[in-house]
């Protein structure tokens, strides 16, 4: 029975196709891509890349194939020329692959070079791919293999100049080779970088711009010539600076914070101990500030404190470029509206490399009402930015806490029903007036930032759900009183379903559910919201409590959500063995907080027939032989012999069972109605029909194969039971005869 048991499982699970939900995935090289090694030293930077989802966003927990081609070296962590990376929270994945020691090519002994492709792959997404350059020692030389790498319209001590986030007008062109004294090859898909001696967030900083998506950030590639172009994107903090152009990848650079390379100065005509490289001249650079084009207030604004005390926040505006890029090294005034409400920590400072500026204000100790204080561009007097600041006389605040709205769920993009309200209580001052901070966490946004309590000391404001769904917080805060934080839900909306949306469990019938049976409701990938999980079986909680379905006002048990062999969403189910049959029987699909009502069909029978992918992957039904293996193309049924298939939807059983019911222990429960089995288009010998022992909705049909049966791998089968006068057809499925 355990080895029936094991097999039925498996075949269950096949047929239900138990795999996650597609989902629309984009991978892109980040790093590592254009390397170029030595033969006597092998050590690589790993390959680096990232997925992002259909918005862009980075996508954590996806599964990256890395694939190398041929033989040519191994991935560290299998040994092989195949590995498995997973995506961390910001959508990065990564392995190391080690070339071999190859002195000598195989096929040519004058080539210098050994090229290498790495595939990385995400499920449901593209492909991109890395190419590796190892240089070869040519036989009966001594002479050790080298990059040859030229300028060819830059020079030692050039100097590029331009203002941050734009890029030059002159080009760096270089032409890239290999020798190993007997052969000298153009090393294609070569990795050509700029590497700055300056840390970008206290100086200047260049890259080359990045234009294919296989190079990586700042990186250009070689073509099948060997030669390549690098524009010059302007970036960092104002100033004068060096930098120097660099072939096949160099490992001991970092990448600091803002994306730019950065490292120690090194011989720019020694190779680096780990790689190939190639370093070129010298080179100089002067970024200068670029074209404000607005300026804004990022953080601090609408703040309320009393007299004598310091914002608890500092107050932030950015400077962006015309284009909506920051801005570094800009200038910014600040001055403070009445003149001596408030003293400021400087009255100009410069934006750092995120285009950002900010400043410390501490209110005067006399000072009430409402003090101003304006953020100007020192270039440019016409573009300015003023926050507002709220100074409340002293008040003794006793209490400060919840008074309703919190642990709200609401559909996306929908209101959430109720306000958040907070309450203070006060032992000394009124408790109206006081300004209350209210700040989000998560995909949901407010009405306002900032809300004052009335004359009960009530404050509250309204939120609305976002486009995406998960947890959110709002947080509401006072000067002096502390803060209190609201927990929120957003889930997908009311799921888009009709009654066409549901289908048979086994075999994805139409118009073929019946109760006790399996059913599935079949829709677009990703469009009910909601992530795979399953199989689960009797005493087993629920693969997803945000999925709920009633049929007939009784609850169905949600066993399985997956994608089917056609890659559509599939949540499988229990018609429940109470639901009532007519044409016309409600049910209602909730996700997260929304739901849609259908009315669907419910027969006394509805077959459907288990299937499971074999090896020319095509599929067949679940056949069981005598000797307890399951049938396959190699292992095909014989003729004569009594075999079992797996089913659902035959209908009501003597003795009954409940919804994810079993038959007692050493019992049997019978199928009530007259089971006619099919093959070759004619009836077969029937031997009996009950329910499964271990699973709640499988039937197992025990028949005899004639003996006389046509043979081939593709013969028809089909199930039918006929239940008061009406006969119930299966799908038309197939089985293997010998």
Known sequence: MNRLRSIVLAAVAA????????????????????????????????LEVKVTDA?????????????????????????????????DVTGLASVFYSLPVNLFPTANFLSSILQTTVAANVSGGNTVNFTLTQLLTSPNTFFTPSVQAGLTNTFSGDTFSGPIGTTSSQTIQIHVAATNGLATNAIPFAAVQLLNYQDPSTGPAVVCASTDPSAGFGTVLTDFNGN??????????????????TVGGVPSAVVTPAGFWQFSPIDENTPTPVQASWLGPILRENVTPGAAGTIKKTQGDGQSVNPGQTLPALLQV????????????????????????????????????????????TISGNTSGTVQITATLAGDATKSTTFSITVIPLVTITAFNIVSGNN??????????????????????????????????????????????????????SVTAGSVTGSATVTASVAGAGSQTFSLSVTPPAPAITAGNFLNGADLQPNSLSPCALGAVVTSPGSLGVSSSGPTFPGLPAPNSNIRLTIGNVGAPILNIGANPSGQQQITFQVPCEAATGASVPATLGVGSGSSNVNLTIGAAGPGIFQAQMSDGAFRAVIVRPDGSYASLANPTRRGEQVVAFVTGLGATTPGVGTQGLPQPGSTANVQGTVIVGMAGRAVPFVSARLSEDLPGVYVVAFQVPADMTTGNDISFSMTVQVSGTSYNSGLSRIPVQ
Do not use: H, M, Y
Not at 229 to 244: A, L, M, N, Y
């Open 15 to 46: 047929a239900l196709a138990f795999a996650s939900a597609a989902t629309a995935q984009t991978i892109s090289v980040v790093s590592g891509n254009g390397q170029v090694f030595s033969s006597s030293n092998l050590s690589v930077r790993p």
């Open 408 to 461: 709200q769920t609401a559909a996306v993009n929908t209101a959430f029903a109720q306000p958040l309200v907070v309450q203070l209580t006060t032992s000394a001052g009124s408790p109206g007036g006081i300004t209350v901070q209210f700040s989000a966490s998560g995909p949901v946004a407010l009405n306002s930032i900032a809300a004052t309590t009335d004359s009960s000391g009530r404050a509250q404001v």
């Open 55 to 87: 918005n862009g966003s980075p996508l954590s927990g996806a599964t990256i194939n890395w694939n190398a081609a041929g033989t040519n070296g191994l991935f560290l962590a299998t040994g092989t020329n195949q590995a498995t990376s997973v995506t």
């Open 318 to 361: 950015e400077v962006d470029d015309t284009s909506g890029k920051p801005l570094s090294g800009i200038t910014v005034n600040w001055k403070v509206t009445p003149a001596n409400a408030a003293n400021l920590a400087t009255t100009t400072g410069t934006t750092d490399f995120t285009g950002k500026a900010s400043n410390s204000v």
């Open 228 to 245: 390549a172009t690098c524009s010059v994107v302007f970036g960092g903090q104002p100033g004068r600076g060096q930098f120097i152009v």
